[in-house]
């Protein structure tokens, strides 16, 4: 017969705890119990998509664009002046867009 190397091994203590009867003495109300978790609170951590955001404030300061960036047309992403590859009826595009 075939012996698998991979399957965990039990020692004789932990056949004896798994054991029917000693399955059968253990009583349901000596283990501890969890505790209650309010589906409110829970609730609270999920932002839902579409929700009323106007109370909320932000916590970053917002700088202007300096003189040697860009926002690309495309992805709309500020980049470094350097990462400009075309520039079409007036809109900047970067390198990665163009690539």
Avoid: W
Avoid at 38 to 53: I, N, Q, R, S, V
Avoid at 57 to 71: G, K, M, S, W, Y
């Amino acid at each position: 017969m075939a012996t698998d190397y991979d399957a965990p091994r039990k020692t004789e203590e932990d056949v004896s705890e798994d054991s029917l009867e000693e399955l059968k003495t253990r009583q349901p109300g000596s283990q501890s119990s969890a505790v209650d978790v309010d589906e409110a609170d829970l609730a609270d951590a999920f932002e839902l998509p579409g929700a009323d955001l106007s109370g909320e404030e932000l916590l970053i300061q917002v700088t202007p664009p300096q003189a040697d960036e860009f926002t690309c047309f495309n992805c709309f992403l500020v980049k470094h002046r350097s990462q400009i590859a075309a520039e079409r009826d007036g809109h900047l595009y970067c390198s990665e867009c163009e690539s």
